[in-house]
Every structure is written in C-alpha cells, then in structure tokens.
C-alpha cells in the first residue's frame, strides 16, 4: 500500500467515527426527549417538558461539533488527495482546512441539522403549549 492510500485510509477513518457518532447522537436526542415527555405526561409536570430544552439544544451543539469536524477532515482529505507521494507525512492538522472558512456556526445551522433539531424544538413548543 502507498503512503497516500494509508494517509487516506487514515482520515476516512475518522471521518466515518464523526459520522457514525453524529447518527448515535440524533438517536440519543430522540429516546432522551421522548423519556421527558414521557415524564411529563405521567405527573402532568411541566418541568419535565421545560427540561427537554437543555438535552435538544446541548445535543445540537455537539452535533454541529461533529459535523464541523467532519467538514475538516473531509477538507484535509482533499489536501492530501492532491499531494504527491513525496510531500506525504501522515499529518492529521486541518489548521489549513480551518483558514479555508470552514467554520463551527455554518455547521451547526446546515440545513440538514437545523432541519432535525429544529422539529426537535418545535415538537417540544408544541407539547408545552398543549400541556399547559
């Protein structure tokens, strides 16, 4: 195997842990928040309903985190795609990705995240206002 094959091998390897981590976090978003609702409907406590809030938002977070990173690795990726075998080193440094205008706020308001934990913030408005 090559050195620009290894390297490769190497960061789609972290950018599938990433990926694989972001799917696990939209399932724990899921059970988390169906378990407070759950709560809530049992007690009628509206607490319940509010805390929701604190585990969709920080999950959220940390979903734009992963994809963030993601977004870097897959940008380092690219780099080293176009590398000749010579300038290999097996650096996992995505500073340069990071100058490119690869952000943490554009990952975490894509539309695809802002798609989902938005219905996540919008189902637990909707089951606030109907338990009030």
């Not at 195997?1 to 990433?18: P, T, Y």
């Not at 724990?28 to 609702?37: Q, Y």
């Not at 000749?84 to 500073?95: C, F, G, H, Q």
């Amino acid at each position: 195997m090559d050195k620009k094959q290894g390297h490769l091998e190497m960061i789609q390897g972290i950018v599938n842990r990433l990926s694989h981590n972001s799917f696990l976090l939209k399932g724990w978003t899921v059970v988390l928040i169906s378990a407070l609702f759950a709560l809530g409907a049992k007690d009628k406590n509206l607490l319940f309903i509010y805390l929701a809030y604190f585990p969709s938002i920080a999950f959220w977070c940390l979903d734009g985190y992963f994809l963030w990173q993601e977004r870097l690795f897959r940008a380092l990726y690219d780099h080293v795609r176009k590398l000749p075998d010579e300038e290999i080193d097996y650096s996992m440094n995505v500073s340069n990705a990071e100058i490119s205008g690869i952000d943490w706020p554009s990952a975490f308001l894509s539309k695809t995240l802002l798609a989902f934990h938005g219905v996540i913030l919008i189902s637990i408005i909707i089951v606030m206002l109907i338990s009030m």
